[in-house]
């Protein structure tokens, strides 16, 4: 090698040397934004409710700081920036909203990713209270009944901390997530005030060994005895045990008992004064003793289910399938103070997704016939907006929910139950959802019922199970249309076994799927091409073939047909439906029809005594033909004031809906609406059917483009000859798979 050479490969080393470190600081650069620009972070709400708290914090500091909005809130799917300055990426985020519930993510870098997403479901888990570092974290939940004001640290030299709580506070079963410097010490008295009561004292808790606490019903809690069972760390300083309770089940968890492997004695209740909702979650820390622990649940129907042998350190996520719910077995533990028994409260959110304001609520009981008193009163519901309703329940939870928008348009949410759902949409996406719960963390599936008639009971589990577990409806149907959406533990893994059974008993099940592959299936009951679903009744409108009937006699037919003698059928073309005023236009291609006159003339459209007859096809299975009827108009409104519909008396069975009502000459004066109501969850009784007024009808059909044929009432005519006239126009119906 000659010298040149030799004298060239230091040169060459710190050239590349040099170039490197260029590179590093250059790719440095982009990756943190320089001190003097800062960084500017997008926090998006899309949570159910306004962002009303918002704390940044760098993972170093050992409080949540000033509030970032101010007097400001986020409204739902709005966003919110701010600004970061300094060096620092990694920071800690704590939100609020208007409901109290609060939202945290831990050792975000918003310099790398500048956008967060608030949903009001990432809650502080377990696993974030283990974390390590000089700031340590920990829980409160307040199990006490009434809002927290204040809340202050007092550290065991009598050092007090301001209010940790800033400016928000803590709702009854809410949480609060704070945070405290390490080196400061871990022992400290938790001192609260409470709303309407007085200062309440949580004395010497380790917050670096237990943390979490709660401030429950009771009175101050005595500070923890020294050596007592519930030491905890070990001797040999291993951290303690981080478990989550989650009871995938119906029915309340009122007791846990979890004991280290090989022992005799199950020990206090790990639950204290609190109990575990069905498909709620219950974080608790253990002292650690070894692995393998025995696990005992009593639920609240005194039905127990034990585990032994189960490791609680590969499994920190501890699932609880259940038994079925059973209303009405065993009793719900009270504390040594509780006051007697008040009526249950529930409050339910209700949400305009619809493009019309909601200008009446109404919920009852779903073993009741009333609706009873229209909650809003003079409000709106606007879209897009919410509407808070309490609910006092009485033994059940089950709940049915009619709403009315501005119009006269009507949706319904039967046998809703309100000790479980805090959210009822109507209207939009999310009208036609049902939440079935799960881990906020967990892998989302979604179920549809694509089918006509509503299911019953659906079962979900690991394939490796050998029992199908509990009702994941619980006390709901799943209506045609609507989906179940839930979440799965991911320790459950892809393959699923499913069941489902239908209202009328019948089941499908569904082996060895794989959720993670297709996590949304439609599970509406199968049926066969052109096999005849349901039936009703229609009549002609004009003489070009156009039928008039109920939207809910064509919903969800894949055909809709004129059935004629011999089981041949005639398919029909539908033009126009509108749900909300269960109308629907059908036409006969390439015919000229015989038509039925709506009635026109001076003076009200249907009076009050008046003679009606209705022509139509009920129960045709067995009454095989044209049926007719006959009453009198009994009101001029519908249920609660409706005044698009009309009382009559003449008698309605299943199958005349769609069907005409006839004045005394034949002419028409409205549509027969038969459908079920509020009337011990059984279809009206016969002196008091409904039909829908000719105003809607004509505004519906002015909608479609669609002119009906008119004119004045005749003479009176015979009930036989009223038959006779009308026979060719009213039309049997078939809606078809």
Known sequence: MS???????????ATVCLFLVQATDAEAQRRRPRQSEGTEVTVQNRGQGALSFLYVAPVGEGAWGEDRLGSD?????????????????????????ENGREETRFGIDLCARPELVMNGRTQTTGADLQRQGPVALYLVRNRSGNTMQTLKLVSANGDESEDVLGSTTVETNSQYTGRFERNAGCVYDLVATFEGSSERTLRRRDLCANREVVFGTGGDDPAPRAGAEERRNEPDGQPPLAVTIQNRGAVAIQYLHIRPRGTNNWGPDRLGSDTVEARGTFQLSLPRRGCDYDVKVRFSNDREEVRNGVNLCTTPEFVVEGPALAPGRGERKQTASARPAQPAISQVAIINEGDRPIESLFIS??????WGEDLLGAERIQPGARYTARVERDDQCNYDLRIVYTGGREERRMRQNLCQRREVAFGGANAFRVDGGGPDNGRRVVF???????????????TNDTHWGDDRLGSELLPPRFRLEMRLPTEG???WDLKVVYEGGQNMEKRDQDLCATPEMAIGRAGRTGQVVSTGTGFYINDAGYILTNHHVIDGCATVAISRPGGARIPLRLIGADEGADLAVLRQENTTSTPLRLRTGAGPVVRGGERVVLVGYPARSQLGGVNVTEGIVSGLRGALGD???????APTQPGNSGGPVLDGSGSVVGVVVSQIDKISGERTAQNINFGIKLDLVRTFLAANNVQAAEGESGAALPTPDILQNADQSVLPLDCLE
């Open 73 to 97: 809130t986020v409204a739902r799917n709005r966003n919110f920036r701010f600004t970061i300055e300094g060096e620092q990426c990694r920071f800690d985020v704590r939100g609020v909203f």
């Open 3 to 13: 010298l040149l050479t030799r004298a060239s490969v230091p040169l060459a080393l």
């Open 365 to 370: 009981s779903s073993k009741i016939s009333s």
């Open 493 to 495: 893994g892809c393959r």
């Open 643 to 649: 005044q698009s519909r009309f009382q009559y008396t």
């Open 448 to 462: 549809t019922n694509s089918g006509r008639g509503a299911v019953r009971e659906v079962y979900l589990t690991p």
